[in-house]
């Protein structure tokens, strides 16, 4: 029994030796391995080339009307903001036309702002009410309003307002006896207005009065202290009331 165990104690020893041999042939060659790789030399490779991406273009306006146009959280997504042009300005009547006269120092035209206002005598380039009198041919004014040439002939121009008729009420009491009740009846009296052939119209100044529209006396009539004188202008007959001395 003691033979049996020396002999494995001497199989135990034998292969714990070689192990620590076959450790040590491991770690030699470890070692010089190790040696070996540290006297290699390696060839210097050139460094790596790194490529700088161009800083970004900054980004234009005009690329943010897209998303200006679908903003969800903003009333009026549409950028476009249509401006309306003001209304244009409406122009006034016409002056009310009365006459021309000339008395050898150009035409001296007789007008009225509204009908029935009051007439005096207006030269070329004169101003009456928002209109400038900017020329006269035989069929019509030129009038310059709002920057702008307005052609009108004298038939727009003259006035057409007849003189007023005012009716005067006048009640009849007629009793058709008692206790019968009393019936009114009201009568139109009519005022008749004179003609105005042959008298003086307007006071244009210089003792001098103008023609009223319809004017049918002759040259030389004499009314009120005014003679009426009748000229030939390039413009047709004019007419004038000169007062008499």
């Given at each position: 029994?003691?033979?049996?165990?020396?002999?494995?104690?001497?199989?135990?020893?034998?292969?714990?030796?070689?192990?620590?041999?076959?450790?040590?042939?491991?770690?030699?060659?470890?070692?010089?391995?190790?040696?070996?790789?540290?006297?290699?030399?390696?060839?210097?490779?050139?460094?790596?080339?790194?490529?700088?991406?161009?800083?970004?273009?900054?980004?234009?306006?005009?690329?943010?009307?897209?998303?200006?146009?679908?903003?969800?959280?903003?009333?009026?997504?549409?950028?476009?903001?249509?401006?309306?042009?003001?209304?244009?300005?409406?122009?006034?009547?016409?002056?009310?036309?009365?006459?021309?006269?000339?008395?050898?120092?150009?035409?001296?035209?007789?007008?009225?702002?509204?009908?029935?206002?009051?007439?005096?005598?207006?030269?070329?380039?004169e101003t009456i009410g928002e209109?400038?009198?900017?020329?006269?041919?035989?069929?019509?004014?030129?009038?310059?309003?709002?920057?702008?040439?307005?052609?009108?002939?004298?038939?727009?121009?003259?006035?057409?307002?007849?003189?007023?008729?005012?009716?005067?009420?006048?009640?009849?009491?007629?009793?058709?006896?008692?206790?019968?009740?009393?019936?009114?009846?009201?009568?139109?009296?009519?005022?008749?207005?004179?003609?105005?052939?042959?008298?003086?119209?307007?006071?244009?100044?210089?003792?001098?009065?103008?023609?009223?529209?319809?004017?049918?006396?002759?040259?030389?009539?004499?009314?009120?202290?005014?003679?009426?004188v009748v000229v030939q202008t390039?413009?047709?007959?004019?007419?004038?009331?000169?007062?008499?001395?």
């Open positions: 029994m003691k033979g049996r165990l020396l002999i494995l104690n001497l199989i135990l020893l034998a292969l714990i030796v070689a192990a620590a041999r076959q450790v040590r042939i491991n770690w030699l060659e470890a070692r010089a391995r190790e040696a070996t790789l540290m006297r290699m030399s390696l060839p210097a490779t050139p460094p790596p080339q790194i490529l700088i991406p161009p800083p970004p273009a900054p980004v234009p306006a005009s690329r943010y009307i897209d998303i200006a146009a679908k903003e969800l959280m903003s009333r009026d997504r549409n950028p476009t903001v249509v401006i309306e042009p003001p209304p244009a300005p409406k122009m006034p009547p016409f002056p009310r036309f009365y006459g021309v006269m000339d008395f050898g120092e150009g035409p001296s035209i007789i007008l009225a702002a509204a009908s029935g206002g009051g007439q005096r005598s207006y030269r070329l380039g209109f400038k009198i900017a020329g006269l041919d035989p069929a019509g004014l030129t009038f310059e309003w709002n920057s702008k040439k307005v052609f009108a002939k004298f038939s727009e121009l003259v006035d057409k307002s007849g003189p007023a008729q005012p009716s005067n009420a006048a009640p009849t009491t007629s009793s058709t006896g008692a206790g019968a009740p009393a019936t009114s009846t009201v009568s139109a009296v009519t005022q008749i207005t004179p003609s105005q052939a042959g008298k003086p119209g307007a006071d244009v100044g210089a003792n001098t009065k103008a023609c009223v529209p319809g004017d049918s006396a002759p040259a030389g009539t004499v009314s009120d202290g005014y003679r009426k390039p413009f047709g007959s004019g007419c004038r009331w000169e007062q008499v001395h």
